[in-house]
T-cell receptor, first 114, second 114 residues
Framework: SQTIHQWPATLVQPVGSPLSLECTVEGTSNPNLYWYRQAAGRGLQLLFYSVGIGQISSEVPQNLSASRPQDRQFILSSKKLLLSDSGFYLCAWNPDRGPLYGYTFGSGTRLTVV | KNQVEQSPQSLIILEGKNCTLQCNYTVSPFSNLRWYKQDTGRGPVSLTI?????NTKSNGRYTATLDADTKQSSLHITASQLSDSASYIC?????????????FGKGTHLIIQP
């Protein structure tokens, strides 16, 4: 069966420090991978998505970047965190088999920038 | 602009009672609608997904309905349990099907009291 792992679960980082969140998927190949951010009282906001190794699409201009070094690995990074980067970050995947297949989300990372 | 509006914003009911959550959308062209359950501090978990031709779908005590003409969906929870306490998110996909075509509602925060 397919599983998605996301870590760390919580993170407190000072302003100006770097960031690296990792997401991996097991039990499937060539998944579509996504990074979302969820702010309190707001809907999920798509940050990046990837349909293959090295292929990254950015939805929102920001202080963050994403990379996909391997088929089932998706990394969210920042060189210098801002206070506004605080939030709940979710990784998700779905099979590369069309839009009707549901998205499976990771357990999330609560990032607090202080 | 595609939008998904959910109501109520929050709801408190007693254990064992039924409840109905609403989702109105203006996404066009429509592809599918999904309901997710998100426990506090966790990633969303898919409950149902419905396409244009489906007007009802059940998953245990959860029943979702879709009226594509009025662009409304509801999620009915029967015989609520304490574990149903969570946020319920309505997500509508346009016919492009990709992650960039998803519009998320802000969710309904449901609290089940003993």
């Amino acid at each position: 069966s397919q599983t998605i792992h996301q870590w760390p679960a919580t993170l407190v980082q000072p302003v100006g420090s770097p960031l690296s969140l990792e997401c991996t998927v097991e039990g499937t190949s060539n998944p579509n991978l996504y990074w979302y951010r969820q702010a309190a009282g707001r809907g999920l906001q798509l940050l990046f998505y990837s349909v293959g190794i090295g292929q990254i699409s950015s939805e929102v201009p920001q202080n963050l970047s994403a990379s996909r070094p391997q088929d089932r690995q998706f990394i969210l990074s920042s060189k210098k965190l801002l206070l506004s980067d605080s939030g709940f970050y979710l990784c998700a995947w779905n099979p590369d088999r069309g839009p009707l297949y549901g998205y499976t989300f990771g357990s999330g990372t609560r990032l607090t920038v202080v | 602009k595609n939008q998904v509006e959910q109501s109520p914003q929050s709801l408190i009911i007693l254990e064992g009672k039924n409840c109905t959550l609403q989702c109105n959308y203006t996404v066009s062209p429509f592809s599918n609608l999904r309901w997710y359950k998100q426990d506090t501090g966790r990633g969303p978990v898919s409950l149902t997904i419905m396409t244009f031709s489906e007007n009802t779908k059940s998953n245990g005590r959860y029943t979702a309905t879709l009226d594509a003409d009025t662009k409304q969906s509801s999620l009915h929870i029967t015989a609520s349990q304490l574990s149903d306490s969570a946020s319920y998110i309505c997500v509508v996909s346009d016919s492009g099907g990709g992650a960039d075509g998803l519009t998320f509602g802000k969710g309904t925060h449901l609290i089940i009291q003993p």
